[in-house]
């Protein structure tokens, strides 16, 4: 009988064992991914035979492109109590929805809970359970990591709460939410997302905290400042992961459309950082500053008017 070839786990393991680390290694057999730095590959070699059949299953139906399927369960019963309590209140529950997320043979099942990753019984060395999270690349190449359970519900929509992917279809964030125009003359909304990993690990687990999420960053008159706004959060490496301009109509109201989608480079530089306490420090840029716009020129709300002139009394 021809000889196994051990699998890109099993020589990651080898790997590391000789002084390599298990991650970096293993996407080195795997190729290049452009996945978050943060995110670990699954090691589905080192599960028992059902919770790696339940990987492979996954894994098969990302290949093929299909979605995956959600199912949500019985909601916790502090949910389903405050839920109770807002409506006899009459009030609307303005929380967001978290939910803990399970892997199944053909997807996720989801139970609603009140606190999300804020809740108590995490420390630093056990930040509860990863789950298998499939994702394919362009080129057809499927690549399993291990994401955190909690995922939220984003416009109608779960998704994972530490990279912004959807549930049934992970790889990319979701489009930035619906917000008003402040004005009518400001079309253009700057908004990026905003990934708290650090140094290895995902904020929110073990204290209570923010959480990843968008977040808008500015508006303009023009569609080329904004891009330029845009271009510049994700021009360096940092925690920035996806950065977007979204054209508003005229009339005021909330329809919008992303137009334009920027992304940190795989070769970015670091952010460079302010000089510390002893080290030299840089000039001012030569030439004169760039002069600010006339108030004329900037439009105002409807229904604004000047500032009302207090007379002081003698």
Same mark, same amino acid.
């Given at each position: 009988?021809?000889?196994?070839? !051990?699998?890109?786990?099993?020589?990651?393991?080898?790997?590391?064992?000789?002084?390599?680390?298990?991650?970096?290694?293993?996407?080195? %057999?795997?190729?290049?991914?452009?996945?978050?730095?943060? #995110?670990? #590959?699954?090691?589905?070699?080192?599960?028992?035979?059902?919770?790696?059949? *339940?990987?492979?299953?996954?894994?098969?139906? *990302?290949?093929?492109?299909?979605?995956?399927?959600?199912?949500?369960? %019985?909601?916790?019963?502090? $949910?389903?109590?405050?839920?109770?309590?807002?409506?006899?209140?009459?009030?609307?529950?303005?929380?967001?929805?978290?939910?803990?997320?399970?892997?199944?043979?053909?997807?996720?099942?989801? +139970? %609603?809970?009140?606190?999300?990753?804020?809740?108590?019984?995490?420390?630093?060395?056990?930040?509860?359970?990863?789950?298998?999270?499939?994702?394919?690349?362009?080129?057809?190449?499927?690549?399993?990591?291990?994401?955190?359970?909690?995922?939220?519900?984003?416009?109608?929509?779960?998704?994972?709460?530490?990279?912004?992917?959807?549930?049934?279809?992970?790889?990319?964030?979701?489009?930035?939410?619906?917000?008003?125009?402040?004005?009518?003359?400001?079309?253009?909304?700057?908004?990026?997302?905003?990934?708290?990993?650090? %140094?290895?690990?995902?904020?929110?687990?073990? /204290?209570?905290?923010?959480?990843?999420?968008?977040?808008?960053?500015?508006?303009?008159?023009?569609?080329?400042?904004?891009?330029?706004?845009?271009?510049? /959060?994700?021009?360096?490496?940092?925690?920035?992961?996806?950065?977007?301009?979204?054209?508003?109509?005229?009339?005021?109201?909330? $329809?919008? #459309?992303?137009?334009?989608?920027?992304?940190?480079?795989?070769?970015?530089?670091?952010?460079? +950082?302010?000089?510390?306490?002893?080290?030299?420090?840089?000039?001012?840029?030569?030439?004169?500053?760039?002069?600010?716009?006339?108030?004329?020129?900037?439009?105002?709300?409807?229904?604004?008017?000047? !500032?009302?002139?207090?007379?002081?009394?003698?």
């Amino acid at each position: 009988m021809p000889n196994k070839q !051990p699998t890109a786990g099993k020589r990651a393991r080898t790997a590391a064992r000789a002084g390599a680390k298990y991650t970096a290694a293993l996407r080195h %057999e795997r190729g290049a991914h452009p996945l978050p730095p943060h #995110l670990a #590959l699954f090691d589905a070699d080192a599960l028992d035979e059902g919770e790696r059949m *339940v990987v492979d299953c996954l894994r098969a139906l *990302v290949a093929e492109g299909k979605p995956l399927a959600v199912r949500m369960a %019985e909601p916790d019963a502090e $949910v389903v109590e405050a839920r109770m309590r807002a409506e006899e209140e009459g009030v609307r529950p303005q929380w967001k929805r978290w939910a803990s997320v399970v892997a199944a043979f053909d997807g996720y099942v989801l +139970r %609603e809970t009140q606190y999300g990753p804020a809740r108590f019984g995490y420390t630093s060395t056990s930040r509860g359970p990863r789950v298998p999270v499939p994702v394919r690349a362009a080129d057809g190449t499927v690549t399993v990591v291990a994401m955190p359970e909690w995922a939220w519900l984003h416009e109608g929509q779960w998704i994972r709460e530490h990279t912004g992917w959807p549930v049934e279809a992970p790889g990319r964030i979701v489009d930035p939410p619906q917000e008003f125009s402040p004005g009518p003359g400001l079309r253009w909304q700057v908004a990026v997302w905003l990934d708290l990993a650090h %140094e290895g690990k995902v904020l929110g687990e073990d /204290y209570a905290g923010g959480t990843s999420g968008w977040s808008t960053v500015g508006w303009s008159t023009s569609r080329e400042d904004a891009r330029q706004v845009a271009r510049a /959060y994700v021009a360096h490496r940092g925690n920035h992961a996806r950065a977007g301009v979204i054209e508003h109509g005229t009339d005021n109201g909330v $329809v919008s #459309l992303t137009v334009d989608t920027y992304f940190p480079a795989p070769e970015a530089p670091a952010r460079p +950082r302010p000089p510390a306490l002893g080290e030299p420090r840089g000039t001012l840029a030569a030439g004169p500053r760039p002069a600010s716009p006339d108030r004329s020129e900037i439009p105002e709300l409807p229904g604004t008017r000047e !500032p009302s002139t207090r007379r002081t009394r003698r």
